[in-house]
Every structure is written in C-alpha cells, then in structure tokens.
C-alpha cells in the first residue's frame, strides 16, 4: 500500500477516504491506511478543524469519524417526510434502560421497568441497528446481555456513552418526572411504576 509523505497529501487522503465512504470510518480503519509511523488522530483533529466552520464538519463518535451537516444549518435543510412507524413507549423505555446501565439482560430490563418486555421491542431496537446483544452472563441459564451500538451513538450525535445526559438533564427536559430514580440491578425500585406491559410492536 502506498502512502505520501507529504503532510498536505495524508490530509487530503483521509479527507477522500472519509467523504467516499457510506458510513463513519474506524479511526483503527485510518490508522491502517496510513501506516503505525502517521499521527492519525493529529491529522484527523486538524481536518476538524479546517472543517470547523465550514457547510459540513468532521465528528468522531463511538471511535468513528464522519463528515456531518454543520448543526447550526440543519433547521434550514429539514424536510417534511411521513413517519411510517413511531417507537412504542415501551420501545423507549428500553432502550433508554439498555443505554445506561448496559449490559443489561432482558431480565433486569423487566425488573426496571416492573413489566414484562415482549420479544418484539427488543426487534425493533435491533432492526433499527441501535441495540446488539452482547456477551453471556457467567450465571444459571448464561442470560444474554444488550448493548447500543456504534450506530446508536451516530444516529443520537454522541461521541461516546459518557455524553448521554445525566438523569437531571433529562428531568430539566420533562423527559423524566420525579420518581425515584434506578438505584441498583436487579431489584432496586424501578423507574417506572407497574403496569400492564403494552401489546406487541408489529
């Protein structure tokens, strides 16, 4: 593989290797590309930074890096489109529970919740490319355990778990009332309070 050695040229590769590409780059992918003697993330940062106030800029996000709309221009290049299918209030639920406390098995999902989760909220979640599953746990039954993807971090504009909002960001928010909060797993109170878990998705 061949690789300039000129600076201005590794930039302008990586600048051709992250635009012709379909989905965020492994920064791994790029060092690869470049050689173990090529600083990638220096690079990479001073391409954001010619980017910075530009139409479009250079994220990273899960060890990731994309080209994106600048954020301040989005407003103005939303499109009206009919949404075909709305995430149940259950869907919701749980992948917020998987997001902040995983891996997490279905079980201790259904202890935080105080119902029971249907198979098909966890396919949704799957189908939209946001959860996985992950290792087995090392207990009785060895339960499968779930956890986001890079997808899901792409999709909700993190860099990494640590920038999901704290629980009071998302009381501030009106996304979460005052209910206790989850205090451990399995069997702390739960978030939401019992109820009769919603029909199926699909």
């Known amino acids: 593989m061949i690789v300039p050695d000129d600076h201005v040229q590794r930039l302008r590769l990586l ?23 090529v600083d990638v993330r220096a690079l990479l940062q001073e391409l954001a930074a010619l980017y910075e106030n530009r139409g479009v800029t250079l994220v990273a996000s899960g060890g990731r890096w994309a080209f994106r709309t600048a954020p301040d221009l989005a407003v ?26 995983q891996p ?3 079980a201790e999902i259904e202890s935080i919740r ?16 946001w959860i996985k ?6 207990t009785p039954g060895r339960p ?3 956890v ?3 997808h899901f971090l792409d999709h909700f504009g993190l860099e990494s778990l640590r920038d999901l909002p704290g629980v009071e960001d998302l ?3 009106g996304l979460l009332d005052a209910r206790p909060a989850i205090t451990s797993l399995p069997g702390g109170p739960g978030l939401l309070s019992e109820r009769e878990e919603e029909p199926a998705e699909g």
């Open 171 to 173: 009381r501030a928010a």
């Open 76 to 101: 103005f290049l939303r499109t009206e489109t009919e949404v075909t299918a709305k995430l149940s209030r259950a869907a919701v639920e749980t992948l917020a529970i998987i997001a902040y406390h």
């Open 148 to 150: 986001t993807t890079p």
């Open 15 to 37: 600048e051709a290797v992250l635009f012709a590409s379909a989905e965020p780059v492994e920064e791994a992918a790029l060092q690869y590309r470049l050689g173990d003697g």
């Open 133 to 138: 599953p992950g290792r087995r746990r090392e």
């Open 104 to 106: 997490v098995t279905r």
């Open 144 to 146: 499968v355990t779930w």
């Open 114 to 129: 105080g119902v029971a989760t249907s198979k098909g909220t966890l396919d949704i979640l799957m189908e939209a490319g």
